[in-house]
């Protein structure tokens, strides 16, 4: 009797430690890892990091949880995977998020099935700290991102350059599918300018690897100091599969890697005499003018120019100031020639159309550029030198003040604007008239998506057959057809204005540059090279003509001239010509 009694405390005791351990083993467990699965100590501040609830007491809460805590950082996805581990149902909670500033934070416990889960230190600063034991493979060569940037102590409105370059092993084919920006860059106050692309080969950690490369120029517009969060690429790696069909199509596993962030301390520019957005550090401020002596009313060209290196994309064009009474100034406009490489610099220069309305000699005095140097951390102040232009009379010259011109073209508006109304004879609502479609143009019809897919194909064959040479000639050939038909429309309507933008296409078609650069400067030294001195010098006079119409006031009442004719050949010499 006394045995069994033994015996039964035993078999109590045994059930007691049995269950304690189950509830201890069933207890969900909350864990913090990397986005590539690593346990980590600590979390980068602006890179994304995973808290995970591992539960393996058969939960059946198949939706989002309510983690205590987890609200303080970004949210940025959470997903649920179930999967069974020698016989036992896991079920795993992930929640990728991201912590934007340095600091601890509590999250959890979470309540499950009755059991609560144990408390998360989360704690954040500059690097990642892998778990004891959490180290990399040394032979291991894995794809990676990285951010860095030029300059991370300057001030607002100072340009730095941001760079992001993904890494990729030699002979591992990867295929790039995107890359991803931090959706609160534009809050922060940070402008970003046009993407600039690079692919080149790299040693790092005694590993050669591949990278693709992408940089962009930056200018503050806060001062305070921000983080510029990770930035995340999409990329693809081929499955180690064999098989013919296998190596045809190609099996690629889709992957997401995050870089590193970065930090940025932002001061304000200080308290000058002469204040100013413009930061940079800028070695020439120039002005010409061309031509320097002009009749009444033929257009001059005031070109400013500023030479260096800063924020030329938040340049915008300066006033002009103190400008003699006599000569009228209109903003034509604005192109900037950024650097290629290192032998040449940045420029942009800043275009006004002239007209002198009163005869005489004229004197253009210094205008003013102020910016803040980013070398010697204080204001500077540029000038250029006066200039010197001559207007000799013009009796056909008519000048008008800039109100009766803004009063004659609203006049000109509201009565184009007025129109009869068309009568048009409708029939009832529920009127409904039956016809049968020609077998003629049925045909036509059929026929016209096919020609369409024909014509379509021939040209993507020339295309990439001939390259942009077929393609160019034909774009030159529609440039002078354009300008011919838009050159009948104008004379027709008596737009004499007109003629100044339909030769500014007309060049920017045949000579292969972009709208924007098209100068009087540009024409000029085109046609030099291929018009005799007595050509060139009728093109001139036609084209003070062609500006004047454009910038200046010129009045055509009962007036008739060849203007029109005289465009006309003009595009037709030059079409055979350029």
Known sequence: MQAVKTVGKYIILLLTVFFALKTVCDSPVLEMVSTDGQHIKQAAVGVPFIVQ?????????????????????????SSLSMRTVGGQAVTTYKYIVRADRVGDSIVGPVLLNGIDSNVLEVKVKKE???????????????????????????????????????????DGPVNIQGIDQPENLQKMGLVFSKIKQARSAQTVDGKRYLFMQWSWDIYPKNAGSFVIPAFSVDYAVKRNMNGFFVNLIGFFNKKRTYSNSVTLDIKPLPVGEEQSNVVGHFNAFRAHVEPKQAKQGTAMVLTLEIEGDGNFDLIEAPALKDIPDALRSYGSQVYADKKDDATTVNKKRFEYILHGLQAGAFIIPSQKFTYFDSVTRRYVTLHTQPLHVTITPDPSFVATTHEDSVDEVDEQVVEQSIRPIRKVKTTGWNDKSECSIPWKLFVVLFLLPIVFLLSYSFLLFMSNRYGNIWTNKIGERMACARAKKRLRCAELQDEYRNVYDIFKHFFAARMGIKLEHITSKKIGECLKKILPDDELKEWYTFFDRVLQERFAKVHHEGQVDDFFAQARHWLTLLSKRI
């Open 53 to 77: 609830l591992v539960d393996t007491g058969g939960s059946n809460v198949l939706g989002k949880l309510t983690i205590p805590g987890l609200d303080v950082f970004i949210d940025m996805g």
């Open 128 to 170: 990642f700290l892998l778990d004891d034991g959490q180290k990399k493979s040394k032979k291991e060569v894995t794809p990676f991102a990285e951010l860095s940037i030029e300059q991370d102590k300057l001030f607002v409105g100072e340009k730095t350059e941001l760079t992001l370059r993904f890494y990729f092993p030699l």
